[in-house]
């Protein structure tokens, strides 16, 4: 399948129920064995697990090419559709799009913050806006960090969902929103919406009956195999 193949049935799939689960692989391996899993659609990859993988901490320490790099190999891997997650562009938010493009990488993360601030929403629409004219094609998913900031709550969301999904965004992402909250994003953000797997997240059953869109695990999936690692070598060790 080409990528324009994956990332056309990437979207759809955040358009019409099953919930969309994106389980987030770190590297290759990893990658083939979640896209082996029965149901499995799609995957993402995690930043943080990614960047760690290489040697490097989250927040944009990695370098892009490193990061795009691994990337490309963990979506050459699997016949899934794979979107990137790909923080904040590495200073050149359109060039990193085009990038994953061409890596062949279906999607996109694309984040609101920068080291801890929120960037104006304004300008997150413009930038939304130069990444959709660099790679048409790709599936953007704009994460919206209020509540990871916690620089706001469910109206300021609410504000820059639409605002993004105005500029071209395909999704939005309000990571961390409270559980108590997704119902009221899902009933006023005009488009899919993305949620985090957290110990307090709704389980998928009851997601999908709220409307959310899509599911992730961030680097969740990734500290779940080194804690699993570590606890066996653990036991031998003693």
Same mark, same amino acid.
């Given at each position: 399948?080409?990528?324009?193949?994956?990332?056309? @049935?990437? #979207?759809?799939?955040?358009?019409?129920?099953?919930?969309?689960?994106?389980?987030?692989?770190?590297?290759? +391996?990893?990658?083939?064995?979640?896209?082996?899993?029965?149901?499995?659609?799609?995957?993402?990859?995690?930043?943080?697990?990614?960047?760690?993988?290489?040697?490097? +901490?989250?927040?944009?320490?990695?370098?892009?090419? +490193?990061?795009? #790099?691994?990337?490309?190999?963990?979506?050459?891997?699997?016949?899934? $559709?794979?979107?990137?997650?790909?923080?904040?562009?590495?200073?050149?938010? =359109?060039?990193? =799009?085009? =990038?994953?493009?061409?890596?062949?990488?279906?999607?996109?993360?694309?984040?609101?913050?920068?080291?801890?601030?929120?960037?104006?929403?304004?300008?997150?629409?413009?930038?939304?806006?130069?990444? #959709?004219?660099?790679?048409?094609?790709?599936?953007?998913?704009?994460?919206?960090?209020?509540?990871?900031?916690?620089?706001?709550?469910?109206?300021?969301?609410?504000?820059?969902?639409?605002?993004?999904?105005?500029?071209? =965004?395909?999704?939005?992402?309000?990571?961390?929103?409270?559980?108590?909250?997704?119902?009221?994003?899902?009933?006023?953000?005009?488009?899919?919406?993305?949620?985090?797997?957290?110990?307090?997240? $709704?389980?998928?059953?009851?997601?999908?009956?709220?409307?959310?869109?899509?599911?992730?695990?961030?680097?969740?999936?990734?500290?779940?195999?080194?804690?699993?690692?570590?606890?066996?070598?653990?036991?031998? @060790?003693?």
């Amino acid at each position: 399948m080409e990528t324009a193949e994956k990332a056309a @049935l990437l #979207r759809t799939l955040h358009r019409a129920p099953p919930l969309l689960v994106l389980p987030n692989a770190w590297d290759v +391996e990893s990658a083939r064995v979640l896209a082996g899993l029965p149901g499995c659609r799609a995957l993402a990859t995690t930043s943080v697990g990614v960047a760690r993988s290489l040697g490097f +901490e989250d927040g944009e320490q990695a370098p892009a090419e +490193e990061m795009i #790099r691994a990337a490309a190999r963990i979506a050459a891997a699997v016949e899934l $559709p794979v979107t990137g997650d790909l923080e904040r562009g590495y200073g050149d938010p =359109a060039g990193t =799009a085009r =990038a994953a493009w061409e890596a062949g990488l279906a999607g996109m993360n694309f984040e609101d913050s920068t080291a801890g601030s929120m960037v104006d929403a304004d300008e997150q629409a413009d930038a939304i806006r130069g990444l #959709r004219a660099a790679a048409s094609e790709l599936v953007l998913n704009a994460r919206i960090d209020v509540f990871l900031r916690r620089a706001g709550g469910v109206d300021e969301a609410v504000v820059r969902g639409n605002a993004y999904l105005a500029a071209g =965004a395909d999704c939005v992402y309000p990571i961390f929103c409270p559980a108590d909250s997704i119902s009221e994003l899902v009933r006023r953000i005009d488009g899919p919406i993305n949620v985090a797997a957290t110990p307090g997240t $709704p389980p998928p059953a009851a997601l999908e009956r709220l409307g959310v869109a899509r599911l992730t695990f961030g680097g969740g999936l990734a500290s779940a195999a080194y804690a699993e690692a570590a606890r066996i070598a653990g036991e031998a @060790l003693r």
